[in-house]
């Protein structure tokens, strides 16, 4: 019965885009609020115009408003997919397919006489909202993302800006107020700096200095061809440094402690990403009031820098005050719907469970600057919900309905289109002629 209620709401308000297709009474939910008002049985969610109008028990759908029965069924806000490249990477080894990255030099052949750091490289005019990988994800229940520049060689550590993105299917998908600079410090990144990892302090340092509005003391006057950045690069710079969010993709304590520092001087929000020694210096993160996004699978040391990587990483910064967010460490775009075990292993290991769910929800919103519109079910935020079989953090869950702005979406991907295609019985021509939509 829940199921032909809920096909029946997603192809009745599919059909059209217009404001009343927004309106949708989910009654009789397990509503995860992620909020003062925690986890709330048997209640009822009227959402009105893409938002949440009320949240209560036995709301009354106004006339003309679907109504979905959730028979006691979770619901959460969408969950965040983690920094990935969904919509700028469609396959992974086909190089014309994947624009996360710049490596606008020969990695042989750096022409000393050319800027070769590009803060102003962004992806967002890059982004797909078609991408088939994006599908596969949204029907799992990740409803938004933010994308992050890659390093490569041939390019820089300090990556170039990304945003997040709300993986509905607008072009227009860009989260206001979510732009973001990232640098990716560390060992992986040392190729880039001379092959030590001092020099990338180094070479942050002279980029800063660069993009300094006025010539810090007694620096000598940078000769215009022979900086780190380009005159749009100094711009680009400077608009972070008053203020603005940047993530440091980096894993070692010592490291760690070093960004803090360097942030404290750039005059930036820092965002740490990686961390998987996070916990030796979590009493700096929360002084720092600096949220870290971490994959809290990362048990064993892939490298020297992540020797003290452990499966209670999240507990213990939670625990000292850290607001803990998840990401994927492996391929982070077309497994993005897996972040949800990610959060399930850390209450496995000591982190409270609403205090998982936050890392997927209202802990990544925040730290990317839309914690007022998303990450929350409460009154006046964007209705950006999953309906789940079950426990969201059990990885035997799945969605059973995504809702965008109220909007029941067809739970439909490339994948779920491909295996009908071939579970049809064969006809008279090929499948491909068949099951086409």
């Known amino acids: 019965m829940l199921a032909r209620t809920l096909a029946a709401a997603a192809a009745a308000l599919a059909l059209t885009h217009t404001a009343s297709a927004q309106d949708v009474l989910i009654r009789d939910a397990r509503v995860h609020t992620v909020a003062e008002a925690g986890t709330l049985e048997r209640a009822d969610v009227l959402v009105r115009g893409g938002r949440v109008?009320?949240?209560?028990?036995?709301?009354?759908?106004?006339?003309?408003?679907a109504v979905v029965d959730?028979?006691?069924?979770?619901?959460?806000?969408?969950?965040?997919?983690?920094?990935?490249?969904?919509?700028?990477?469609?396959?992974?080894?086909?190089?014309?397919?994947?624009?996360?990255?710049?490596?606008?030099?020969?990695?042989?052949?750096?022409?000393?006489?050319?800027?070769?750091?590009?803060?102003?490289?962004?992806?967002?005019?890059?982004?797909?909202?078609?991408?088939?990988?994006?599908?596969?994800n949204r029907v799992a229940g990740i409803g938004w993302t933010v994308l992050a520049p890659g390093t490569v060689a041939g390019g820089s550590f300090?990556?170039?800006?990304?945003?997040?993105?709300?993986?509905?299917?607008?072009?227009?998908?860009?989260?206001?107020?979510?732009?973001?600079?990232?640098?990716?410090?560390?060992?992986?990144?040392?190729?880039?700096?001379?092959?030590?990892?001092?020099?990338?302090?180094?070479?942050?340092e002279q980029a800063l200095r660069e993009a300094r509005p006025a010539p810090s003391p007694g620096m000598m006057p940078m000769v215009p061809s022979h900086g780190l950045l380009t005159p749009?690069?100094?711009?680009?710079?400077?608009?972070?440094?008053?203020?603005?969010?940047?993530?440091?993709?980096?894993?070692?304590?010592?490291?760690?402690?070093?960004?803090?520092?360097?942030?404290?001087?750039?005059?930036?929000?820092?965002?740490?990403?990686?961390?998987?020694?996070?916990w030796m210096v979590a009493t700096e993160l929360a002084a720092a009031k600096a949220p870290v996004l971490l994959d809290a699978l990362n048990n064993l040391p892939s490298n020297f820098d992540q020797l003290g990587a452990?499966?209670?990483?999240?507990?213990?910064?939670?625990?000292?005050?850290?607001?803990?967010?998840?990401?994927?460490?492996?391929?982070?775009?077309?497994?993005?719907?897996?972040?949800?075990?990610?959060?399930?292993?850390?209450?496995?290991?000591?982190?409270?469970?609403?205090?998982?769910?936050?890392?997927?929800?209202a802990v990544p919103a925040q730290a990317f600057g839309v914690g007022d519109r998303h990450g929350r079910i409460e009154v006046g935020r964007s209705a950006d919900l999953v309906l789940w079989t079950g426990d969201p953090l059990e990885v035997t869950s799945v969605a059973r309905q995504v809702f965008f702005a109220g909007r029941?979406?067809?739970?439909?991907?490339?994948?779920?289109?491909?295996?009908?295609?071939?579970?049809?019985?064969?006809?008279?021509?090929?499948?491909?002629?068949s099951g086409s939509r």
Do not use: C
């Not at 109008?53 to 408003?65: M, N």
């Not at 992806?123 to 990988?133: D, E, H, Q, T, V």
């Not at 680009?236 to 304590?253: E, K, Q």
């Open 232 to 278: 749009l690069g100094r711009e680009t710079l400077s608009r972070y440094l008053r203020g603005g969010r940047v993530v440091f993709h980096v894993d070692r304590a010592s490291d760690i402690r070093q960004t803090l520092a360097l942030a404290q001087r750039m005059g930036v929000q820092p965002v740490i990403a990686g961390g998987t020694e996070a």
């Open 310 to 361: 452990r499966l209670d990483n999240a507990a213990r910064l939670h625990a000292a005050g850290v607001p803990v967010a998840f990401s994927q460490g492996g391929d982070a775009t077309h497994n993005a719907r897996k972040v949800r075990q990610l959060a399930g292993n850390a209450v496995a290991n000591g982190l409270p469970w609403e205090a998982g769910l936050a890392g997927l929800t």
């Open 158 to 204: 300090l990556a170039g800006q990304g945003a997040a993105v709300v993986l509905d299917g607008r072009f227009d998908a860009e989260l206001e107020g979510s732009r973001s600079l990232f640098i990716n410090l560390g060992a992986d990144a040392s190729t880039l700096s001379g092959g030590s990892r001092a020099g990338q302090y180094m070479l942050l």
């Open 70 to 136: 959730a028979a006691g069924l979770s619901l959460t806000p969408v969950l965040f997919g983690g920094l990935s490249g969904l919509g700028i990477e469609e396959v992974s080894g086909e190089a014309s397919t994947v624009d996360g990255n710049l490596a606008l030099m020969s990695p042989q052949n750096v022409p000393a006489h050319e800027p070769a750091w590009r803060p102003e490289f962004d992806l967002m005019p890059a982004f797909n909202p078609r991408s088939a990988a994006i599908g596969v």
């Open 408 to 433: 029941a979406i067809p739970m439909r991907s490339r994948q779920t289109e491909l295996r009908d295609r071939y579970l049809a019985p064969a006809g008279a021509l090929p499948r491909a002629y």
């Open 53 to 65: 109008a009320a949240i209560g028990a036995g709301l009354t759908a106004p006339e003309g408003v």
